[in-house]
């Protein structure tokens, strides 16, 4: 069994207890939620924190699942498994429910939670290894270093964001709201993504994503992803389609590149264009456990079939 | 008596495993849980580089780490070589560390002893080594040509191999040089070849590839060494079975063998992959050896894909001749083993690749070439079924090949080649017991190969495997034996060296005494897995565990079972043949009202037999008519030339699979995989079951899931996220069939259960696929992506 490293462990009770631990520690802390990306990055050396905060415990609306008006707020601490099994989620927000349903296992879903889940870490086949493993190659762009060992001469990291909620999200114009040391602020869950895998997310580590707000507004959608296997996996490639009365709406690939692809519609006419963009956008990487080719080639083929038994 | 039609009490019945409390309540001691006081933990620091000279090692500042209590290097173990199958004419290539140069990724170049695993961890990160980097070579037919980087210089053996320590006549070891990186060789021949072919009106040759994949037993590799003073070592590991580990343990640490003691763990699964040494086994003996205290290493499951053989990787170019009658004439095969660095059991993989498809098809001209080779990657063997699985993938795949050319239905054309019972192979082995053809039938019946072949459904297919298999071998330690011991209470315990990892083998044996001595069940107390208290024993290897062993337990039953009828006979004074066992009683067979309990036995045994409580003992060899002995033998089996005895039974099985494919995404869904499997009378039934079960699953994983990838010599899937083992959501229904025929060598009936089915599987599977979408894959495994490129290749050529 890999062992952990050492690391101080603090486990706050409330948000204000949360908030000032983080400002003291200035970006040198992680949270850990659920833990399920977390604990292993911290086994294979990933992650080196200085301090583990154990969010789980803190008290208040994180784990809830709640009607606001014309909206629903999602507590960042909610286990994924609780959104499986929410009839305001599966009424509402078809695409999540089956995203949430199709992540990991139904163990994994137990203990992750939907904030861990959006802020998983970008993926490489040659990043996520061990620190022995990784000695046979030079330090690449997302370990600090200055070569990427995927594509030679790269000067972006491509990593690969593989969460499975956030496409739904999404394609739902879900956002979130983050709390640190100087206030609460809301916004798009679009936004968080910055598009380079060595920092996938503009929160910075006094940021605590709090709750993710959805839109109630009557969409029709659904989530399919491909795995290699049924259940565990990563997605090859997922896909995320919400789309409304009016055949407005928006499609999202997910494990697309360091971000995953958002490409909006007004109508259905448009969203039939979409997986050809899809085919031609999606960078061909050989950073995942599927040649780039078929990658590519799987996100049209999903999104077509997603549309099919969506939007006709 | 009729064919397996006895009525047994034990016998062909699923009783619950008498181990089966202790495991699911979490009591049954496995090697991770052993701690002994004062135990320390170790550590092995791996290679960076595939191929690179150590030019030094400085290891000062992790002496200096407070709680280190020992740093080794491979200068510290000396030359000391040990091999899994080491020959006189391939002697054993590998030391525990590497010395003065490592040859792959993750090869051990020091080990630490420590108070933690944590303090270990960190004192290796302070071990300094100069590696001077070598060119390394990966592919091996790279490695075969000229001015290809040599891995090994001249290996000059310094300890005998176990052949020569049981007096075979022949050359004592000699030096090998590996010219070519070529590690070994097999050329075997039967029949006339280039006859075979002319009298062929079809001929068939192909290049089929199958990569290595991973035993991936759940149980992390784990070793225990307690070593005393006075030259005892006793060790706790993850294995199946003792002689080899301690014939290894006691050559490398120079103590007799008897001092080896190798204690009874449970094992949590082993799949043909933990039956040789492990430098890790030795250097945790090592480490206890001069720190004189015990020591416990853990590999993580990297270092696991890291540095212990995965699966044999072979090229196979496959030549076959069939007449316009679909009959087999010829067949020319060639066989690359890319060994790894280093030579292990190549040398009996390439003769079993032969050996096992032998028993299947009467192929009269068959020439089978074959070649170790060094390549710069961690080395391979034996992984249930050893050569079978690749040969059974290229056979098969060849012959689907070969009847779509020619017309051929798939079925017919296999059992028109098919051996019959009662043949004798060329090797002089014979078929006593043969129900391939009914396993065949079987199979057809449950998955409606007649119906389904009439009309095909578009990316629907089906597809044949078969396989075959030994039932134990003339291998080290060649026998096993058996010991029953009757206790006053009435019970009897039974001594087997046999190790329980995980396949109700100590509940089969007990089926075995209580069947003897017809009596009940909990009547037997099993004793295995312990090299001291147990008797000489074969292993759970060479499929020889119910065959040899269980043979032996039978004997030791009917040994004992003989002194208890002639004590029940002087104690009631009646005649031995009127004496039955029922029940529990030695009784009268014309008076039921005269009978002595076990119990009574035992204590007419102390009290009036000159204090005999009974014993009974049993043995049984591999292959009888095989041995050496100071300069005598007689048909030795030969590794590089296939001649003479090699096996008494042959297990046999065959499966049928229905797919369905993904025309766009190429996925494979499997609606149905029937698996048919001979082994002789089963001896529990549901642990047969669950052995058929186990294999098609992991058939399933090689044949569209598992490889082991490498980048320049690293394993780039060395975990259970990368490394595709397949899950229960993966598997489809599986029928498990038992075809009882009666193997009458066999203990009731029996013979080998454990291997035959995964390589019948993954052909099964394979031909499936590649039935269904009408396009031949000639590799392992046929993954999502290979199948849709196969596809669109079709495609693009229609257009």
């Known amino acids: ?312 | 008596m009729t064919k397996g039609t006895e009525d047994f009490k034990h016998i062909r019945k699923s009783p619950v495993r008498i181990d089966g409390e202790m495991i699911v309540t979490g009591r049954a001691k496995y090697t991770v849980d052993i701690d002994l006081p004062g135990m320390l933990y170790a550590k092995i620091l791996g290679s960076p580089y595939a191929h690179a000279r150590i030019k030094g090692i400085g290891i000062e500042k992790a002496r200096m780490l407070k709680g280190v209590k020992a740093v080794i290097t491979g200068k510290d173990i000396g030359y000391r070589r040990f091999s899994f199958i080491d020959t006189p004419a391939y002697p054993a290539d590998q030391t525990p560390l590497a010395i003065d140069k490592v040859r792959f990724m993750g090869e051990g170049v020091a080990a630490v002893a420590a108070t933690t695993e944590e303090i270990a961890s960190k004192a290796l990160d302070l071990i300094d080594v100069e590696y001077e980097e070598l060119p390394a070579v990966f592919d091996p037919e790279e490695a075969m040509g000229e001015g290809a980087p040599k891995i090994h210089d001249r290996i000059e053996p310094n300890t005998t191999t176990a052949w020569e320590d049981f007096g075979i006549p022949r050359a004592k070891s000699r030096p090998y040089d590996a010219i070519h990186n070529i590690s070994n060789r097999v050329f075997i021949e039967n029949g006339d070849i280039e006859k075979g072919f002319a009298e062929a009106d079809y001929v068939k040759e192909d290049r089929f590839v199958v990569p290595s994949t991973a035993h991936a037993a759940l149980e992390p590799h784990a070793a225990v060494a307690d070593y005393q003073p006075t030259g005892k070592l006793d060790v706790w590991l993850s294995h199946m079975g003792y002689e080899h580990k301690r014939f290894w343990l006691a050559k490398l640490l120079d103590i007799p063998i008897s001092n080896v003691r190798v204690r009874k763990t449970y094992v949590g699964g082993a799949f043909g992959g933990k039956i040789s040494l492990f430098a890790y086994e030795f250097i945790t003996a090592f480490l206890s050896k001069i720190t004189l205290r015990p020591v416990k290493t853990i590999l993580t499951r990297e270092e696991v894909f890291f540095t212990c053989p995965p699966a044999r990787r072979m090229i196979i170019d496959l030549k076959t001749g069939v007449k316009r009658d679909g009959r087999i004439t010829a067949q020319h095969v060639k066989i690359i083993d890319d060994v790894g660095a280093y030579r292990r059991s190549s040398p009996t993989a390439l003769y079993l690749a032969h050996v096992f498809r032998n028993p299947i098809y009467d192929t009269p001209n068959i020439r089978h070439e074959g070649y170790g080779v060094y390549t710069n990657k961690v080395f391979t063997t034996a992984k249930r079924g050893h050569g079978l699985q690749q040969m059974a993938f290229a056979v098969e795949s060849q012959l689907d090949m070969i009847c779509d050319e020619l017309g051929f239905d798939r079925l017919e054309m296999r059992l028109k080649n098919l051996r019959k019972e009662g043949d004798t192979l060329p090797n002089g082995d014979k078929l006593w017991s043969y129900a391939l053809p009914e396993c065949l039938k079987a199979a057809a019946k449950a998955i409606g190969w007649k119906e389904k072949s009439k009309d095909k459904i578009p990316f629907r297919g089906l597809g044949i495997g078969t396989a075959s298999m030994f039932s134990g071998a003339h291998n080290y330690p060649f026998a096993s034996a058996a010991l029953t011991r009757l206790n006053h209470d009435g019970r009897v315990i039974l001594y087997t060296g046999q190790t329980e990892f995980g396949i109700g083998v100590d509940t089969a044996m007990a089926q075995i005494v209580a069947e003897v001595l017809q009596c009940p069940l909990d009547y037997i107390i099993v004793n295995s897995g312990d090299s001291e208290i147990n008797p000489h024993d074969i292993g759970n290897w060479l499929s020889a565990g119910m065959f040899v062993s269980g043979e032996a337990v039978r004997r030791a039953a009917l040994d004992l079972k003989k002194g208890m009828l002639r004590y029940a006979a002087k104690g009631l004074d009646i005649p031995e043949d009127d004496l039955e066992l029922r029940d529990g009683w030695i009784i009268s067979k014309s008076d039921t009202s005269r009978k002595l309990s076990f119990s009574d036995i035992s204590r007419y045994g102390i009290q009036m037999a000159g204090g005999d409580p009974l014993v009974g003992r049993g043995f049984k060899k591999c292959v009888p008519e095989v041995y050496f002995w100071k300069g005598r033998y007689n048909k030795t089996a030969s590794l590089t030339s296939g001649k003479g005895r090699f096996t008494e039974a042959y297990g046999l099985a065959a499966a049928m699979a229905e797919v369905e494919v993904d025309r766009k995404t190429g996925k494979v869904t499997i609606l149905h995989l029937v698996v048919s499997d001979d082994c002789g009378t089963p001896i529990n039934v549901k642990s047969v079951e669950g052995q058929i079960m186990s294999q098609a699953v992991m058939g399933i994983g090689d044949a569209l899931f598992e490889e082991v990838k490498f980048e320049k010599g690293i394993v780039m899937n060395p975990n259970f996220l990368e490394y595709l083992l397949p899950t229960a959501a993966d598997i489809p229904e599986i029928d498990s069939i038992i075809v009882d025929s009666y193997e009458p060598n066999g203990p009731f009936g029996a013979k080998e259960v454990g291997e035959t089915s995964r390589a019948a599987a993954i052909t099964a599977v394979a031909n499936a696929v590649c039935h269904a979408i009408g396009q031949r894959i000639l590799s392992l495994p046929l993954t999502s992506d290979k199948v849709r490129d196969a596809i669109s290749g079709r495609e693009r050529g229609k257009s």
């Open chain 1, 1 to 312: 069994m890999s062992l952990l490293p050492e690391f101080e462990y603090r486990r706050p009770e409330t948000l204000e207890e949360l908030l000032v631990i983080l400002g003291d520690y200035k970006g040198k802390a992680v949270l850990l939620a659920g833990g399920t990306d977390l604990i292993p990055r911290l086994k294979l050396g990933l992650k080196q924190p200085g301090l583990v905060v154990d969010i789980k415990g803190m008290a208040g609306d994180f784990r809830s699942i709640l009607p606001d008006g014309k909206r629903v707020k999602i507590g960042s601490l909610t286990p994924i498994y609780e959104i499986t099994r929410s009839t305001l989620i599966s009424s509402n927000f078809p695409t999540l429910h089956k995203a949430a349903l199709s992540t990991a296992s139904e163990i994994v879903q137990y203990r992750g939670t939907i904030g861990g889940n959006i802020l998983q870490d970008t993926r490489c086949t040659h990043y996520n290894k061990s620190e022995n493993w990784r000695k046979a190659f030079e330090p690449c762009l997302k370990m600090g270093g200055e070569t990427c060992n995927v594509i030679k001469g790269a000067k972006k990291c491509l990593s690969v964001y593989c969460g499975d909620l956030a496409p739904a999200l999404l394609s739902l114009d879900a956002s979130v709201v983050v709390v640190n040391p100087d206030g609460e602020r809301e916004l798009p869950l679009s936004d968080i993504f910055t598009g380079d895998g060595r920092k996938p997310f503009v929160l910075g580590g006094t940021d605590f994503l709090k709750e993710i707000i959805l839109p109630i507004h009557k969409m029709n959608g659904d989530y399919k992803k491909f795995r290699l296997r049924e259940s565990i996996d990563y997605p090859v490639v997922s896909i995320a389609l919400s789309v409304d009365e009016m055949g407005k709406g928006s499609l999202v690939i997910g494990s697309y590149g360091p971000r995953p692809g958002k490409y909006k519609f007004s109508s259905l006419d448009e969203l039939d264009k979409i997986p050809q963009s899809v085919y031609e956008d999606m960078k061909p990487i050989d950073n995942m456990p599927m040649p780039p080719d078929y990658r590519k080639h799987l996100a049209k083929i999903f999104a077509e079939r997603l549309i099919g038994n969506v939007a006709h």
